[in-house]
């Protein structure tokens, strides 16, 4: 079984979103900390946990993912962020993760840059 965040990193690659530039799990190197000309999304594990639990053992994880997206400065005027949101989350929904918050826009006080963070979950058998 993968970790959770390659699961997530798997499928949001298999989605070829175009507004999407790079895709790091666990720690953005230090040299890309400060890249504003690029849309990036951060992974990191939030939960790895027994589930499914039952005859004194368990049978399954639950997993969670931490999803935090940084727009690059100059976004196109015609890209709305929302709207790429919603469709991200109606496509991690159809693969099974569960959304488990949806955090408002905020803007990163050290780049400037318009950020989300989304919370995801998945149970899966073992």
Known sequence: MLLPV???ASLVNALNLTWLDKIYLNAIPKEER????STVMLLQETDSSPAYLAND?????SMGV???IFYKVDLA???????AEIELMQNLKSAGWLIVSSQHHTTDPDTNQVTKTI????????
């Not at 400060?34 to 000309?37: D, E, L």
């Not at 053992?57 to 994880?61: A, C, D, Q, R, V």
């Not at 919370?119 to 073992?126: A, D, H, L, P």
């Open 6 to 8: 390659s699961q997530v």
């Open 34 to 37: 400060n890249n504003t000309t």
């Open 57 to 61: 053992t368990f049978k399954g994880l």
């Open 66 to 68: 931490e999803i935090q």
């Open 77 to 83: 005027d015609d890209f709305n962020p929302l709207e």
């Open 119 to 126: 919370y995801v979950t998945k149970n899966e058998m073992i």
